[in-house]
């Protein structure tokens, strides 16, 4: 009875081996999403990490010695130029002006009566020139009191924000000093201080000399900027200057844009990226990231469907990050398909069912940001 059950059961086995190996069975195909490769211009813009600076920067000093008396302005508010910030003792220069005024008013007089005499030769005209040269010192003597009574009111010497007070009232300031009393900072604009790699900044020219890149136009001095919680300044900077000289110890050059500042957003000091347009790329190739894959070695590859439907793993070589794209340098051709849905269920070579995929971009104008820091540019 065993062996009866055990014959049936291989005679089932045999018969559903066969049945699932005729002709008329077909294998699964996967379906996978593919996009086509297009060429659409794409402007290269280079996030430089930089700190911002005040345009002008002034150390108030004084420039008389004294006891300042009384402090004129408000810690942490704005000032203008000229405005008086605070009052030394004013006595001693006082006296010292009006006694050069006295010995002017003196001078003059004495010229004024010499010079009928020396007219008629009643005195020597030596003595009416050593008394016109009298009054000319007296008078300059009498200028000199005058601008130091002058000083005795520290005055802003530019506009902007100042800054708390080191100095307070019975504090003993001297000309001179290496200390300050305190600071006064221009704010709007304000500059923005980036370096960039002298290997790129060379990079750059040659692929403009050769045609690769096209320059930016209008717009290549304008400059975006991104704060320290990763949201975007309200504001378009301008780029000012590069430096033509490269820091030996960093191998870098500096670049400073300036940026309008109305509320005082930006304060000297904070760290920020800035986007700076480096050109044009004609017939950039975009990908969606979710296509590429990295092998070992990490360098990046796609999967390219073929004429017969099967797909082919090939290298390419990416360049800038585009949102959520990637720019390939090489590897990919206009018309091309490359699958970016499906991937795990694929392998090279195999015949695959394809769909074309709402990831296909049908926009004409994209910008790359590139990260000179970005290890995964190739």
Known sequence: MQRKLLSASLIFLLAACDQSSSPGSAPQVTEVGVVTIKAEPVTLMTQLPGRTTAVRTAEVRPQVSGIIIKRLFTEGGEVSAGQPLYQIDPA??????????????????????????A???????????????????????????????????????ISGHIGRSLSTEGALVTNGQTSYLTTIQQLDPIYVDVSESSQDLLRQRR????????????????????????????????????????????????????????????????????????????????????????????????????????????????????????????????????????????RNGVKVNARQSDGDSSSTQATANLTTTDPSAQ
């Open 207 to 346: 692929a403009l000399a050769s045609g690769q890149l096209t320059a930016a136009g209008d717009n290549a001095a304008a400059v975006k900027l991104t704060l320290e919680d990763g949201s975007e300044y309200s504001q378009q900077g301008k780029l000012q200057f590069s430096e033509v000289t490269v820091t030996e110890s960093t191998g870098t050059v500096t670049m400073r844009a300036a940026f309008p500042n109305p509320h005082n957003e930006l304060l000297p000091g904070m760290f920020v990226h800035a986007s700076f347009p480096q050109g044009i790329a004609g017939q950039g190739l975009l990908v969606p990231q979710q296509a590429i894959s990295h092998d070992v070695k990490g360098k990046p590859w796609v999967y390219v469907l073929n004429s017969d439907s099967t797909v082919a793993q090939r290298t390419i070589t990416t360049g800038e990050m585009i949102k959520d794209k990637w720019l390939v340098t090489s590897g990919l051709k206009v018309g091309e398909k490359v699958v970016i849905n499906g991937l795990q269920s694929i």
């Open 92 to 117: 001693s220069y006082q006296a010292a002006y009006d006694k050069a005024q006295a010995t002017l008013t003196n001078a003059n007089m004495l010229v004024k009566r010499y010079k009928p005499l």
């Open 119 to 157: 007219e008629a030769h009643a005195i020597s005209g030596q003595s009416y020139d050593d008394a016109v040269a009298s009054a000319k010192e007296a008078q300059a003597d009498l200028e000199t009191a005058r601008v130091n009574l002058n000083y005795t009111r520290v005055r802003a010497p």
